[in-house]
């Protein structure tokens, strides 16, 4: 049997770009996924703590 991979067996999360996006993949994935959305490109999103604007910093979604 092989090895598993990954987060041994505990919730995984799954980010799409968009609200409708992640309800339809959550239906196909069921129990043990999360499915989030960015609402925007996740390539857009700051590399490093250090590239969010200070007027955010203090947001719990920062």
Do not use: C, F
Request: no cysteine.
């Amino acid at each position: 049997m092989p090895a598993k991979k990954g987060n041994a067996g505990g919730t995984r999360l799954v980010i799409v770009e968009s609200p409708s996006k992640a309800k339809t993949i959550a239906g196909y994935l069921g129990r043990g996924y999360v499915v989030e959305s960015s609402i925007g490109h996740i390539r857009d999103l700051p590399e490093k703590a250090d590239d969010i604007p200070e007027e955010y910093k203090g947001q719990a979604w920062a």
